[in-house]
């Protein structure tokens, strides 16, 4: 069946604008996640998702980063203005249930300019 | 702080040979799951092994296993008959916050040389 899917693949804004990036799970996956992966880095987690609501959300860094997922199953996470230090890959994941193994989207590249 | 370390940027090996790539961690739970991902070009990561630490028995998954010292909390990925396909970043993953949150290493980016 299909992967994980996240559109864009590649995003281009600039400093101060607002972006959504959208992950489409892996059907039946009722756990989800996004992390941002800087450049040299390890993913670093942002949000978990169990069903429609967010289980854990200590990953995000400021009230900038926000996520939804109102249905338990796309998930938008929705970027203000935007900084260039926002600047990363930003990857996202699904599992059967919270705490099985996690199949990864190819993620959104973000630039700020 | 649960924590994880992988002290090698870069491992190089020949092809048909075999690496080991490092990792540490550290935590104060007792039962826990820890994982090996590979990262190649696409950014798509993939796991590729993970070993229960309540199972004394190493890990394997045909040409990869792992050599778990939970003691020393060292969880080290062996890849033996390298081959060019396994190019890739390997990062060591071991939850943290909530349970379901993955903790990644800074990675390990491995060439295989014909």
């Known amino acids: 069946g299909a992967g994980v899917s996240q559109t864009p693949s590649n995003k281009v804004t600039e400093k101060g604008k607002y972006v959504e990036l959208r992950c489409d799970p892996i059907?039946?996956?009722?756990?989800l996640y996004w992390y941002r992966q800087s450049l040299g880095q390890g993913p670093e987690f942002l949000i978990y998702?169990?069903?429609?609501?967010?289980?854990?959300d200590s990953g995000l860094p400021n009230d900038r980063f926000f996520a939804v997922r109102p249905e338990g199953s796309v998930s938008t996470l929705k970027i203000q203005r935007t900084e260039r230090g926002d600047s990363a890959v930003y990857l996202c994941?699904?599992?059967?249930?919270?705490?099985?193994?996690?199949?990864f989207g190819n993620g959104t590249r973000l630039t700020v300019t | 702080a649960q924590t994880v370390t992988q002290s090698q940027p870069e491992m190089s090996v020949q092809e048909a040979e075999t690496v080991t790539l490092s990792c540490t961690y550290d935590?104060?739970?007792?039962?826990?799951?820890l994982f090996w991902y590979k990262q190649p070009p696409s950014r798509q990561m993939i796991l590729v092994i993970r070993q229960e630490a309540y199972k004394q028995q190493n890990a394997t998954e045909n040409r990869f296993s792992v050599n778990f010292q939970k003691a020393a909390k060292s969880f080290s990925l062996k890849i033996s008959d390298s081959q060019l396909g396994d190019a890739a970043m390997y990062f060591c993953a071991f939850p943290g916050g909530s349970g379901y949150a993955l903790n990644f290493g800074k990675g390990t980016s491995l060439l295989v040389t014909p």
């Open positions: 059907s039946g996956h009722t756990a």
């Open positions: 935590t104060s739970e007792s039962d826990y799951y």
């Open positions: 998702f169990q069903g429609t609501g967010a289980a854990d």
């Open positions: 994941a699904s599992s059967l249930i919270g705490g099985s193994p996690l199949h």
